[in-house]
């Protein structure tokens, strides 16, 4: 069944709020040094499994698979210091978006943000189905 326009819009939404915790986080306005490295990472591929959800029509598995994915890629150019070989400014927008190092910790990282996404999103919608076929009286 096709996600209706409504639905889109929540999780464009959605994307939208952990874009500005991850941009708070990266200007060092919220949180420390765990925030920002292992938090962050988790919150990442949630704001791309709700920019995917919000865009394409893929199922909450998919766009899991697909977030936890694109975070892997993002972390291999790390380890190939791609940042560096594209001569990005140190502390640009662009440099900090691709970070600059890569570890295994990112990615369990975002292997629990793809997890927390993919539960997140399949038990609202179970508790949003259930609200309807049961309306409180």
Known sequence: MPMSPRARMLYLLLALA??????AIGAGRLGGPWVRGSLGD?????????????????SPRWAALLAV?????????????LADRLGLRPGSAASIA????????????????????????????????????????
């Open 18 to 23: 952990v874009l500005l915790i991850e941009v």
């Open 69 to 81: 994915a694109i975070g892997c890629v993002i972390e291999g150019l790390q380890a190939i210091h």
């Open 42 to 58: 988790v919150l990442v591929v949630i704001l791309v499994y709700c920019g995917l959800r919000g865009v394409l029509a893929l």
């Open 98 to 137: 691709l970070g600059n190092t890569a570890t295994l910790h990112d990615l369990a990282m975002y292997l629990v943000g793809g997890g927390v996404a993919y539960i997140g999103d399949v038990l609202s919608c179970r508790v949003a189905a259930a609200s309807w076929r049961h309306p409180q009286q």
